[in-house]
């Protein structure tokens, strides 16, 4: 209900301007603008890229290209192999496997809602979506596939260079292009539908403990004053529940592990010692689908993501300060970091995060695999 | 369609055929912010300041909201309120507020708020600088952080690197500043040099020595209205 107004203004002032584009704008040669199918609750303020406009022709050759195997070295996996839409484009397990049985060192992140999202890989080592997705296809312990060679098994394909020459305006299949359909495509797993999403349309009322679980979720603690929180939030923003775009202030140590075990994280792209260990708050839609958690996958469930959070905080140099200050219960300053939520608490927290799963966007026919 | 596109066509000739010689009827207003800390230029995640009460200090997050802008000519007596006024601003995020073109005006006056009016903490169903999905809203029930300030320090008694979370907001620190302007011609594009003073959030009328809190996550309470009282003047002034 809250946002109903806002939702039939907007809707209004897209009718108005439709009906004026259609009537006065001659018939245009090319791919078919498009635009993403958001709901208005989610940032206005998030230009497509100037450079890569989205069209229904970009999307319908990134889907291919998703989940084409050729691009990978033996054609054995692709993009959708560590990206499976019923686990939320995520793939069930501890760190992902490339070809020929290499294994990965990172937990393949799940999609969803990446349009908002301004940096990529667990260490933000991409700006862009277009420059995301092209480096699995070459890095040896994932598709290990050259670009050149892609490009040339694209090119030399009886459909593909009809599918570039309706997205791109001619056949010539290059690395640019790759990236732009594939992020095209990416931009449009719009995960809008679950329970929290009905809740913020006032569609459906969220239960007792998904409620608390709720505010709890987007509540920092502060014993002195009895405010309980669960001291999610802080990272996982607003109705994406994703990390905070600006600049890297979406990237935080959350306690892992202690000084001399931390990985660069961060460090490794700004060079900055205090971003050691730092990491990807990760969007936390259809969280439920999308175990093992963590970089490196090391939380098989959410339990022992909510215990850790709760009662295994390592500290370190570089810990979020928002952690390091979070507790339910006052603290003296050589306290260890604990958070002091109840075990009520923390199951209502779970509850809250499994009203994030959207089985429209995990059974969404736009998004499963063409070739099929 | 067509006949308000001619319509606005007509007033701006109207604007500009009058502004040849004379005085011309609009000018551009920009308020740009700096961020200090110890006199120097905030820099986050990297540089060590200092406290007022002397413990050394790394800023992560700085954010504050300006809301309500009015600019007067006091001799005049010609006052410009802008219009839905909420401007989000911070270190590594937006510190020039536009305020596009307004009539011309010799103004000597500033009026603005830090935080938002009680009518905009009420909800947060709203877009542009106070859509919630940036970090300033509390949650989807209870308005907006007003500033924000996040960092560490090394405890003076203890030597342990301690976290710093102001989190101030609610009604009661919703606080007004008046300050003069010079050099505001009529007419002429004008920046307004404001600077944000960190210092003055620990400074008066009521000093704070963090090693000295029971808690140094400041959410609010009594220690949140201190620093309101703090920031309610000193905290942005004109240069």
Known sequence: ?372 | MKNITYLFLAFVLIFSSCSDEEIPAQMTVDLNFENTLNGKPLQLNSETFTLPSGEPFIAKKLKYYISNVVLTDTKSGAVYTVPNSYHLLGEDFKSTVELGMIPSANYDQITFSIGVDQVANAKTDQTGDLDPNNEMAWNWNSGYKFVVLEGEFTHKTTGVRTGLVLHIGRNQNYKTVTQSLTGIRSGRAAQIQLKTVIDQLFLSPNALKVSELPSTTIMGGELADKIGENYASGFITIE
């Open chain 1, 1 to 372: 209900m809250r946002f109903l107004t806002l939702g039939s203004g907007i809707c209004l002032c897209g009718v108005l301007l439709f009906s004026c584009g259609t009537e006065e704008s001659p018939i245009q040669e090319g791919p078919t603008l498009i635009s993403l199918e958001k709901p208005d609750y989610f940032p206005a303020e998030q230009p497509m890229p100037a450079a890569n406009p989205l069209t229904e022709e970009g999307v319908r050759l990134g889907r291919m290209l998703f989940y084409e195997k050729k691009l990978s070295k033996d054609g054995t996996i692709s993009c959708a192999s560590c990206h499976q839409q019923e686990k939320g484009f995520s793939d069930g397990l501890r760190v992902s496997p490339g070809v020929g049985g290499t294994q990965g060192t990172m937990n393949a992140m799940a999609l969803a809602n990446l349009h908002w999202q301004t940096r990529f890989f667990w260490n933000g080592r991409a700006v862009t979506l277009e420059e995301q997705a092209l480096i699995p296809i070459e890095d040896p312990v994932e598709m290990n596939l050259p670009i050149q060679e892609a490009i040339s098994r694209l090119q030399n394909d009886s459909d593909y260079p009809k599918l570039f020459s309706a997205a791109f305006g001619s056949e010539e299949v290059t690395a640019e292009r790759i990236g732009k359909a594939l992020a095209q495509f990416e931009r449009t797993l719009i995960s809008a539908n679950s329970k929290f999403d009905r809740w913020i349309r006032g569609e459906v009322q969220l239960t007792p403990e998904e409620q608390l679980g709720l505010e709890l979720f987007f509540t920092h603690p502060e014993p002195s004053i009895q405010l309980r929180g669960g001291n999610c939030g802080d990272c996982h923003l607003g109705f994406l529940t994703s990390g905070d775009p600006n600049g890297f202030s979406g990237f935080h140590n959350n306690g892992l592990d202690p000084d001399e075990r931390l990985k660069s994280g961060l460090q490794f792209v700004t060079g900055n010692a205090f971003d050691r260990g730092k990491f990807k708050a990760p969007g936390l839609r259809n969280i439920a689908l999308t175990a093992p958690y963590m970089h490196d996958g090391r939380f098989s469930s959410l339990e022992e993501v909510l215990d850790h959070y709760n009662d295994h905080i390592q500290n370190s140099e570089t810990l979020d300060v928002l952690i390091l200050e979070a507790s339910n219960e006052p603290q003296s300053p050589n306290d260890p970091v604990k958070l002091h939520l109840s075990e009520q608490e923390k199951k209502a927290i779970i509850a809250f995060l499994n009203t994030l799963t959207d089985q429209e966007f995990v059974s969404n026919p736009k998004f499963s695999n063409p070739f099929k």
